[in-house]
Nanobody, 122 residues
Framework: QVQLVESGGGLVQAGGSLTLSCAASGRTFSNRAMGWFRQAPGKERDFVAAIYWSTGVAVYDDSVKGRFTISRDNAKNTVYLRMNSLKPDDTAAYFC???????????????WGQGTQVTVSS
């Protein structure tokens, strides 16, 4: 099994920055990709960004491209999401996920964290 724990969420004003962390433990060798999704109340769980663990190659949703950066620290088994120029529309619960590919759908991932709330005020 793989355990994922997100942290770093909070309240921030529009235009501000925030960094989320996802610490992975357990059988992490089976994970080839790590992703971030977000979900607002009453909305679908949407893709944000993903990264291949071995190469560091990343993909982003158009809504965050140029503002968010996904990265990973091999020694710490941790994935980060640096969020800049935050907008009220970024308000959501953010979830970390682990899987085989950097897919844009939740079905591409096998393991999920419990989420961390990000609220952006206007």
């Amino acid at each position: 099994q793989v355990q994922l724990v997100e942290s770093g969420g909070g309240l921030v004003q529009a235009g501000g920055s925030l960094t989320l962390s996802c610490a992975a433990s357990g059988r992490t060798f089976s994970n080839r990709a790590m992703g971030w999704f977000r979900q607002a109340p009453g909305k679908e769980r949407d893709f944000v960004a993903a990264i291949y663990w071995s190469t560091g190659v990343a993909v982003y949703d158009d809504s965050v491209k140029g503002r968010f950066t996904i990265s990973r620290d091999n020694a710490k088994n941790t994935v980060y999401l640096r969020m800049n120029s935050l907008k009220p529309d970024d308000t959501a619960a953010y979830f970390c996920a682990a899987g085989r590919i950097t897919g844009r759908t939740p079905q591409s991932y096998d393991y999920w964290g419990q989420g961390t709330q990000v609220t952006v005020s206007s």
